[in-house]
């Protein structure tokens, strides 16, 4: 259906090996992609079909052990072609996760019945893809940053600041935070709650690189040796 190359096109790299024969992925493909300042880890897995390719197998189990884990599942279908029973038990498998249907193939046509998907998944965000032409792939990049920043999906996994700034500018933020839902409580005036909510804005925006000082600046490039 154009998984793996979906994912080399998103990676602008081949990364994963593309054939015309199905099954070609047999193992988890990790990568990180920054969609618009939002870091990604894509998994491209083996299809979920049956097989008798003891490998392959594996591979299947694999991907139902990603499925689980993973806060957002990007489903792939051939939309030049009628949907299949593959098609339906992998909707049926992820019908209550978050998901985003890439119907890929549109430059052949559409032949996939996409209402039928889109009641299996509850109104899943179905983005017409090409990725042979490279249609649509914009839209889909801003349907995974959409997804991150309505709150629709919410990572499940433990976050690691490692660097010390960062986490100083975090606890500060939190802290502003902090006083400024104490004060909401206290009945306090809005423009007063305002400065505690612009302070940790600010702070935040220190890592973000959205409100960047120059002091700051000052503090990076001092940390670093720069040559040309």
Known sequence: VGKSSLLNLLLK????????????????????????????????????????????????ERTKDALEKADLIIFVIDASNDLTQEDLRIANMISDKKAIVAANKIDVGIKADLDEIEKLLDKANIIKISVKDRIGIDLLEKAIYDSVYSGNIRNKSNVVVSNIRHK??????????????????????????????????????????????????TEIFSRFCIGK
């Open 13 to 60: 790299e081949n990364r994963a090996i593309v054939t015309d024969i199905p099954g070609t992925t047999r193992d988890i493909i990790e990568e990180y992609l920054n969609i618009k300042g939002v870091l990604v880890k894509l998994i491209d897995t083996a299809g979920l079909r049956e097989t008798e390719d003891v490998v392959e197998k594996i591979g299947v």
């Open 168 to 217: 100083s500018l975090i606890d500060r933020a939190l802290e502003s935070i902090e006083r400024a839902l104490e004060a909401i409580d206290s009945g306090i005036p809005v423009d007063l709650i305002s400065v505690d909510l612009k302070d940790a804005w600010n702070l935040l925006g220190q890592i973000t690189g959205d409100t960047v000082e120059e002091d700051i600046i």
